[in-house]
């Protein structure tokens, strides 16, 4: 015997209701398709092509001819290779984030100014602090060889025009403008911590590695979780300190990243479809990496029960 269907009749309200909410949903979706969605697929057609942008993105596919040239391109590999090295920077960070933190979670005079000194870099103009440390690791007048003439009595080394020095000096930039945000993630995780835990494992005998390793660094792992995948996402997308600081991509092209060899073949070259195929490779790395990190969490993440 067929089932009859049964129709059922909404009131009015319901459907007034009803209509709000599409309104309400509609801004971000649109939102969504024109500025994330159709940007994601039309890059994706223009990495099989040829296009420009002067000349016609259809009349010049070349399938996938323009990764097979990007994985031939040496100048890539050097490129992806820096982006890593510099990545030496961000245990270095956290390193220095846990440390800094667990000195101001503690009762010093002064605390809130030192807060505010290490957030100041964080929220400042990427390329004005760009420019001033590029000043700094002058090699003819800067602030850092100037220091050592006075204290050696010799010319100290090349920072930004040696192909070894470059990349350190990048990392030490790069720690430091990227310290406070980890200083405050960390120092906000320590004050969550019940001091109950240490309280409990002071009478338990426990020194204070003990109670370090025990208590702090499991219960502040959420945040070392969080700080280690924006770091990573954001160290593959190191630019504007290379473009300041190194604008030709330093000696033997021995700082330039990914995104600046990106932005060198897509504007600087005119290679719009071979710069687009150079950001979907980007992307793809960014996304492996971070599904890996989410996919082992459990393994090493703990939270306060």
């Known amino acids: 015997m067929a089932k009859t269907k049964v129709k059922v009749h909404r009131s009015a309200m319901a459907k007034r209701e009803e209509r709000w909410a599409w309104l309400f949903i509609a801004p971000p979706f649109i939102g969504f398709m024109l500025f994330m969605a159709y940007p994601i697929v039309f890059a994706l057609i223009a990495s099989t092509s040829k296009w420009t942008g002067m000349n016609s993105l259809w009349g010049n596919i070349v399938g996938l001819g323009n990764y097979i040239k990007i994985f031939g391109d040496y100048k890539f590999w050097r490129s992806m290779g820096t982006t890593i090295i510099y990545m030496i920077g961000i245990p270095i960070g956290m390193i220095l ?10 009762k010093i ?15 400042s103009s990427l390329v004005a602090v760009s420019i001033l440390w590029a000043w700094v690791f002058n090699y003819d007048y800067g602030l850092l060889n100037g220091i050592y003439k006075a204290l050696t009595g010799m010319h100290g080394p090349n920072w930004l025009g040696d192909e070894h020095m470059v990349k350190i000096s990048l990392i030490i930039f790069m720690v430091w403008k990227g310290l406070g945000g980890t200083v405050i993630l960390y120092l906000a995780g320590l004050q969550n911590i019940p001091r109950d835990y240490y309280e409990a494992a002071m009478i338990d005998g426990a020194n204070g590695w003990n109670k370090f390793t025990n208590i702090t660094l499991p219960l502040l792992s959420p945040v070392t979780f969080y700080v280690l995948i924006t770091s990573l996402i954001g160290g593959f997308q190191v630019f504007v300190e290379v473009q300041v600081m190194t604008p030709n991509g330093g000696p033997n092209y021995s700082s330039a990243t990914v995104v600046f060899y990106l932005y060198e073949k897509a504007f600087t070259n005119g290679q719009l479809g071979y710069g687009s195929a150079v950001a979907v490779i980007l992307a793809t790395i960014i996304f492996i990496i971070t599904a890996i990190n989410f996919w082992g969490q459990d393994k090493w993440v703990k939270t306060i029960d």
């Open 97 to 106: 984030g846990i440390l800094i933190a667990m000195g101001l979670n503690r």
């Open 109 to 123: 005079p002064g605390k809130r100014v030192l807060t505010t000194m290490y957030y100041v870099p964080v929220v």
